[in-house]
Structures are given as structure tokens and as C-alpha cells.
Nanobody
Framework: QVQPVESGGGSVQAGGSLRLSCAAS????????MGWFRQAPGKEREGVAT????????NYADSVRGRFTISRDNAKNSVYLQMNSLKPEDTAMYYC??????????????????WGQGTQVTVSS
């Protein structure tokens, strides 16, 4: 498999918005559940949102539901995370991940085992 590549992170003030993108060239993840995870310093990695291959079903962590929206464009081999009303506690490294049987992390009942390098999101108060 080809490692997905995240982009779109940055520094914003509380209440602002960012849109993260995840793309994989030369490999299609259109048959995989895709997810966004995040990890803050000193904290465990947590699942933020997942989306089924066709995009019809999504899941969100309670902490982001109503503020974040996950979407995908399989024609572009891309997955997105629109983040609105950002809070300082959203500060973390954000990772895109693809479903993989026997993967190292689980979120919403799915194992993920193909990871991007991450993109940093910093929200200041």
C-alpha cells in the first residue's frame, strides 16, 4: 500500500476553521473505511472521525460532533476533515488512516493500519 499524505494543518485562533486533506497517489483506498485520528502531547491517540467507502456513513468522537465533518472524494483518492469552531483542546497532530485487517488502532469498530505522517493543528485561545 501507499502511505497517505495529509495537508492543511496550521495555526488558528479559537473559533476558526481549517480543512485537512488526505491523498494517496498511485493507490486507491476507495474500498477502505478511512479515518482521522489525533494525538496531543502526552495523550493517547484518539479516533476523531471515520467514513465508509461509499461515504454514506460517518462516525464522530463526542468531542467533535457538530463541529467537524469528514468527507471523501474517491475519484481523487482523497479524504477531508472540515474543522469549524476550533478550540484550544483540538490542538494535536492529526493523522489520516486507512482501514486494514489486524491494524494497530481501532475506532468505531474498525481496525486502521495504514497511516500518514500527520499534520499539526494548533489552536490558540
Amino acid at each position: 500500500q501507499v502511505q497517505p499524505v495529509e495537508s492543511g494543518g496550521g495555526s488558528v485562533q479559537a473559533g476558526g476553521s481549517l480543512r485537512l486533506s488526505c491523498a494517496a497517489s498511485r493507490y486507491s483506498y476507495s474500498s477502505n473505511v478511512m479515518g482521522w485520528f489525533r494525538q496531543a502531547p502526552g495523550k493517547e491517540r484518539e479516533g476523531v472521525a471515520t467514513i465508509t467507502p461509499g461515504g454514506s456513513r460517518t462516525n464522530y468522537a463526542d468531542s467533535v460532533r457538530g463541529r467537524f465533518t469528514i468527507s471523501r472524494d474517491n475519484a481523487k483518492n482523497s479524504v477531508y476533515l472540515q474543522m469549524n469552531s476550533l478550540k484550544p483542546e483540538d490542538t494535536a497532530m492529526y493523522y489520516c488512516a486507512a482501514e486494514k485487517y489486524g491494524g494497530t488502532w481501532r475506532a468505531f469498530g474498525v481496525s486502521f493500519g495504514i497511516w500518514g505522517q500527520g499534520t499539526q493543528v494548533t489552536v490558540s485561545s
